[in-house]
């Protein structure tokens, strides 16, 4: 009792802290944990072991509600390719990483699993705050995930039951393949008919989501299969919508609870790292940094996503998974690995864990994406007059432009995507790639002389250079918020918001203010 009391305790000053501190979490919870583990609190090492796997079985099972093969949609083939490519690649490089460190093949091979897959918690939690689930590249990379995800399940048993014997590990495999196929059954027929034909209230629900969860379970113990891959295999079978979202609904409170159990108590199993171990986990993380975000650019490129969304694929995809903690507690739980090899492990999983909202963010994005060495920036011999300046020209933007074009007016497209850029002008669009917040981009772009201005930024940026140039020049800023719409308007511009009903009232405003292409604006 003492045990649960030191290791919640602690686990909710750490959290609290993190929170009033504005940071990331996880580091704090883990120097929690090391301290508890050196206090002499927690005594009973069974006991932290029991901690680790019930709160990551239920941290999986949460993070498989949130991978749904219809969330793809037609990006299947996409995340297939990255994510077989950079799962096995990874591999690769680990494993020739751990050799060239001194590491016997069997330490090789469990290093290998946990740096091939990408961490689904981290990168969905993202991909929600961000709001780019739904955009292609978030479509996409949850792809990604669900496919390395499924490998590692799969290789789990490999790694685990591989002493016991060839035919012990592909039991492990087929039985897996069983929970595989159960879980997509669920997922096309018996979770949509408990949601159609039973009318549950929220403990009735709740009920049925952990039913099912020890279900899974159940079958699992019976065939020999990892317990934690059932659990993340009941929560993909309860993935489609819109049953997932009930699940978070009950489920996502209790989310942060365990998430701070979890690291807590892994922080009381990690020992202290040398020179040389500390050394070893930053070359393990500096591998999945280094490597990941020019292979998934280049796959996801020659795959039809633009570059911008290609890199930020790749920048998030660019961490060790919780399913590496998985690995390593396994075999640290069977005796096949050190306690000092399950460190390493985990602090490369916590290491690449803390860059990867770093990395990600816009700034560091739109950075890179200067360094894109497969197009140049190109820009007109002189600033044009009297056109439409359309600033973006992703996929959400083609409708406008097409008539725009069809109506006959001169449109000048702005985009720092190179994939975009290049698309465009194939397609004979008038193209400048630049930054939209660039005044030197926006006068060689012609907005002082332009008839109209529209920013159709999927996610708005500061673009207040663009009001000082353009004088009296609409311009017209796609916004999502009130708040966005609230900023545009005290900067002088025209917030549309982004509705079929906005929509329509743009182009009647259109016609009406702007017109035809042969009428010019008259002089102030």
């Known amino acids: 009792m003492i045990e649960i009391a030191a290791l919640?305790?602690?686990?909710?000053?750490?959290?609290?802290?993190?929170?009033?501190?504005?940071?990331?979490?996880?580091?704090?919870?883990?120097?929690a944990g090391v301290a508890l583990g050196f206090s002499g609190l927690i005594a009973e090492q069974d006991f932290v072991e029991d901690v680790l796997i019930l709160a990551v079985t239920l941290l999986l099972f949460i993070a498989g509600t949130d991978l749904s093969v219809r969330r793809v949609g037609d990006y299947r083939r996409v995340a297939l390719q990255i994510g077989i490519v950079q799962f096995f690649l990874l591999g690769a490089m680990g494993i020739g990483a751990a050799i060239l460190l001194g590491y016997v093949?069997?330490?090789?091979?469990?290093?290998?699993?946990?740096?091939?897959?990408?961490?689904?918690?981290?990168?969905?939690?993202?991909?929600?705050?961000?709001?780019?689930?739904?955009?292609?590249?978030?479509?996409?990379?949850?792809?990604?995930?669900?496919?390395?995800?499924?490998?590692?399940?799969?290789?789990?048993?490999?790694?685990?039951?591989?002493?016991?014997?060839?035919l012990a590990a592909a039991l492990g495999v087929g039985g897996t393949l069983l929970l595989v196929g159960l879980a997509a059954i669920m997922v096309r027929w018996v979770a949509p008919y408990l949601l159609q034909r039973l009318e549950l209230d929220t403990e009735s629900l709740l009920l049925v989501i952990l039913s099912v969860l020890f279900v899974f379970m159940g079958i699992a113990w019976a065939i020999q299969v990892p317990l934690i891959s059932a659990a993340f295999l009941a929560g993909v079978s309860l993935s489609g919508f819109p049953i997932s979202s009930l699940v978070h609904g009950e489920l996502r409170p209790i989310s942060d609870f365990f998430?701070?159990?979890?690291?807590?108590?892994?922080?009381?199993?990690?020992?202290?790292?040398?020179?040389?171990?500390?050394?070893?986990?930053?070359?393990?993380a500096l591998v999945v940094i280094v490597v990941t975000p020019p292979l998934v650019t280049l796959i996801a490129e020659r795959a039809g996503l633009t570059a911008r969304s290609s890199l930020e694929s790749g920048l998030l995809l660019s961490q060790t998974s919780e399913f590496s903690l998985v690995v390593g507690l396994q075999g640290l739980v069977l005796g096949q690995i050190s306690q000092d090899l399950f460190t390493i492990i985990a602090l490369t999983t916590v290491l690449t864990m803390i860059v990867t909202p770093i990395i990600s963010s816009e700034s560091v994005l739109w950075y890179l994406m200067k360094f894109h060495p497969l197009r140049t920036r190109g820009r007109p011999d002189k600033p044009p007059k009297d056109h439409i300046l359309l600033l973006g020209g992703g996929e959400t933007v083609l409708p406008l432009l097409e008539t725009l074009l069809l109506s006959g007016h001169e449109v000048l497209v702005v985009d720092e995507d190179p994939g975009t850029v290049s698309n465009l002008r194939d397609e004979g669009v008038s193209c400048?790639?630049?930054?939209?917040?660039?005044?030197?981009?926006?006068?060689?772009?012609?907005?002082?002389?332009?008839?109209?201005?529209?920013?159709?930024?999927?996610?708005?940026?500061?673009?207040?250079?663009?009001?000082?140039?353009?004088?009296?020049?609409?311009?017209?800023?796609?916004?999502?918020?009130?708040?966005?719409?609230?900023?545009?308007?005290?900067?002088?511009?025209?917030?549309?918001?982004?509705?079929?009903?906005?929509?329509?009232?743009?182009?009647?405003?259109?016609?009406?203010?702007?017109?035809?292409?042969?009428?010019?604006?008259?002089?102030?």
Do not use: N
């Open 8 to 31: 919640l305790g602690v686990a909710s000053v750490a959290f609290g802290l993190a929170y009033y501190l504005r940071v990331p979490a996880v580091p704090f919870l883990l120097i």
């Open 259 to 284: 998430t701070a159990v979890f690291f807590t108590a892994l922080g009381t199993v990690i020992v202290v790292p040398g020179v040389e171990g500390l050394w070893h986990a930053v070359v393990f």
């Open 105 to 166: 093949i069997e330490d090789a091979l469990y290093l290998a699993l946990a740096l091939a897959a990408s961490s689904t918690l981290i990168v969905i939690r993202l991909l929600a705050k961000r709001r780019q689930m739904f955009e292609p590249f978030g479509r996409a990379t949850t792809g990604v995930l669900l496919v390395q995800d499924l490998l590692i399940i799969l290789l789990i048993p490999v790694a685990t039951r591989l002493p016991e014997g060839w």
């Open 432 to 524: 400048m790639r630049g930054d939209a917040g660039d005044p030197k981009v926006l006068k060689a772009a012609g907005a002082d002389q332009a008839r109209i201005i529209i920013s159709t930024l999927a996610r708005p940026r500061p673009i207040r250079p663009v009001y000082a140039i353009a004088g009296d020049t609409p311009v017209l800023v796609r916004v999502f918020e009130e708040d966005e719409e609230a900023s545009v308007r005290e900067m002088g511009g025209i917030p549309i918001s982004f509705s079929q009903a906005a929509a329509e009232e743009f182009f009647a405003w259109f016609d009406k203010e702007i017109g035809a292409p042969d009428q010019k604006k008259e002089p102030a």
